[in-house]
């Protein structure tokens, strides 16, 4: 009863040879619609199941996507995931995902070509140093870059300067004269992007940059993108005995530590002090948080599609694109 059914039963069954089983099964235009009627009928009386990646292996297709990330825990690296879930039920692919966590990318990386796991690859959020470009030209592996840039490769980058320029303006606009941010502790690109951009608008409306009031929590987990970061920061701020009117946070999780921390210190937001975020994660549409969105779920569209494009075509020309942020304004920043 629980014997597998198997290819040369069909066969068998259908009095044809194994080879024509196979090019019915494989769809092939050679076989005659008789035949092809016979080796059906064989198919459903066995209720023979064929092995799809024994077949994708045999035309040698892609079988198994990889997601190399350093996190997938956070909430920004989960929107970008259920982008690429979202558009992978669309393809013939399995994932898996792998997560980097704090390990130096340069080995990290190359420890997971050696698994040869996969047939394709997403790098989130990673820098393609001169020995992974090296390591993924050796293997041929077709690849997408998010939030990272190379000249070789398709990718998708954040404009984070320009998300940070929008931030600064949004809080000048409002008519906030001392305004603060609490920095992310890991002085990455996309960091230091966001920062300069959040000070250049500042700066270019006449308001002081007020160091004292640019911030990073002591926690380092995540690169300080944390909610036990945003709380650090605001008590840190509490302590100085002085606070601005208005606060940039680096991410929108940040910003919950953040409103954590004032409502424990009997301030709220916006009324005692307007507070921002970055990314425009789920949550924080309930908290009416103003925020910035990086179309998180979008990209992580757009770099699967693109990924099923070039495992298609593999000669195409690379298509690298920088998508800018846009503004969610809610009543976290509504001066009162």
């Known amino acids: 009863m629980n014997k597998k059914i198997t290819i040369y039963e069909v066969a068998n069954q259908a009095g044809v040879a194994i080879s024509t089983v196979s090019r019915v099964l494989n769809k092939s235009p050679n076989v005659s619609q008789e035949t092809r009627d016979k080796v059906d009928d064989a198919i459903k ?22 997601i190399a990330v350093p996190s997938f825990t956070t909430p920004y690296f989960n929107e970008v995931l259920k982008g690429v879930k979202d558009e992978l039920m669309k393809m013939d692919l399995d994932i ?29 959020s990673i820098e393609v ?68 951009g959040f000070k250049d608008a500042l700066q270019s409306n006449g308001i002081e940059i007020e160091d004292r009031f640019f911030i990073t929590g002591k926690s380092s987990k995540h690169g300080g993108l944390t909610e036990e970061a945003g709380f650090e920061a605001i008590h840190l701020l509490h302590n100085q005995g002085e606070m ?17 921390a004032l409502n424990g210190l009997g301030l709220s937001v916006p009324d005692d002090i307007a507070l921002m975020g970055y990314d425009n994660i789920k ?18 569209v757009k770099a699967t599609q693109r990924l099923g494009e070039i495992i298609k075509n593999p000669a195409q020309k690379a298509l690298q694109q920088t998508i800018d942020p846009v503004l969610i304004e809610r009543g976290s920043t509504n001066k009162i």
């Open 244 to 260: 601005p009117e208005a606060l940039f946070c680096s991410n929108d999780t940040q910003a919950l530590g953040a409103i954590h």
């Open 96 to 124: 898996i995902i792998y997560n980097t966590g704090s390990r130096n990318p340069e080995d990290a990386v190359p420890s997971f070509f050696d698994r040869g796991t996969a047939d394709a690859l997403i790098i989130l």
């Open 283 to 300: 949550l924080s549409k309930y908290l009416d948080l103003t925020t910035v969105d990086q179309q998180m779920h979008t990209i992580g």
């Open 45 to 66: 009386s066995l209720k023979f199941r064929p092995q799809a990646n024994a077949r994708k292996l045999a035309r040698k297709e892609p079988q198994m996507l990889a």
């Open 129 to 196: 140093t001169t020995d992974i470009h090296e390591l993924v030209q050796a293997t041929q592996t077709p690849v997408v870059l998010v939030n990272s840039h190379h000249p070789a490769y398709n990718y998708f980058m954040m404009n984070d300067y320009h998300g940070g320029f929008i931030a600064g303006e949004h809080l000048v606009k409002k008519g906030f004269k001392k305004i603060g941010m609490i920095r992310a502790f890991t002085k990455n690109r996309a960091a230091i992007a966001r920062e300069k």
